[in-house]
């Protein structure tokens, strides 16, 4: 049972652009969600984290949103950049520092 | 460096045999994370040890097993394997609550490649 869906495995954007990437879930136990980015041949790293108090956090260029009672949330990045071109995995857990349930991933391509 | 040191980085080994794959959590970190992602999947749960105690378990196979030693350090023992083992194996380590990263790193990874 996948409990997070990321139902889009490929996204291209032009630099500058706005990126969206987005993510289902369907527990709704689930009170902390993640975005994780990862390169090639290195481990996923922390990009924003939303808890379910919030429907939006940003932090510079990355603005996660949450809905609830869609049980869906979002990663925005704008604007753009090539280097952003990665794996983006949504993580969400019950509660904080338990396991993180991880989606499939979507590979974003930033085209300069 | 994520501070979270995986080792090794390859691992190339045939069908039936048995492997071990270590991982060294960030400095005080009590907790790791195993997690498995085969081609085209996500990140894959497998088990969790706080403190050298097993907390919880995920799709983890009965060939698969795992412990934390009192150094804190973690191994994943995988035996009897069959080529639908092949992936990367990650582990993750977290420690105090540290809202920068949710105290969860991750290490580099092994990729073991079962032939």
């Known amino acids: 049972d996948q409990q997070v869906k990321q139902n889009s495995p490929s996204l291209s954007v032009q630099e500058g652009r706005i990126s969206i990437l987005n993510c289902d879930y369907t527990?709704?136990?689930?009170?902390?969600f993640l975005w994780y980015k990862k390169y090639p041949a290195e481990g996923p790293t922390f990009l924003i984290s939303i808890s379910s108090i919030k429907d939006k956090n940003e932090d510079g260029r990355f603005t996660v949103f949450l809905n609830k009672s869609a049980k869906h949330l979002s990663l925005h990045i704008v604007p753009s950049q090539p280097g952003d071109s990665a794996v983006y995995f949504c993580?969400?857990?019950?509660?904080?520092?338990?396991?993180?349930?991880f989606g499939a991933g979507t590979i974003l391509r930033v085209k300069s | 460096d994520s501070g979270v040191t995986q080792t090794p980085k390859h691992l190339i080994t045939a069908t039936g045999q048995r492997v071990t794959l270590r991982c060294s959590p960030r400095s005080g970190d009590l907790s790791v994370y195993w997690y498995q992602q085969s081609l085209d999947q996500g990140l894959q749960f497998l088990i969790h040890y706080y403190n050298g105690e097993e907390r919880a378990k995920g799709n983890i196979l009965e060939r698969f097993s795992a412990q934390q030693f009192p150094d804190l350090h973690s191994e994943l023992n995988l035996s009897s394997l069959e080529l639908g083992d092949s992936a990367l194996y990650f582990c993750?380590?977290?420690?105090?609550?540290?809202?920068?990263?949710?105290?969860?790193?991750f290490g580099s990874g092994t990729r073991l490649t079962v032939v």
């Open positions: 993750a380590s977290s420690g105090a609550r540290d809202n920068s990263n949710y105290g969860y790193t």
């Open positions: 993580a969400a857990s019950i509660g904080y520092g338990n396991k993180l349930v």
């Open positions: 527990n709704s136990m689930f009170d902390y």
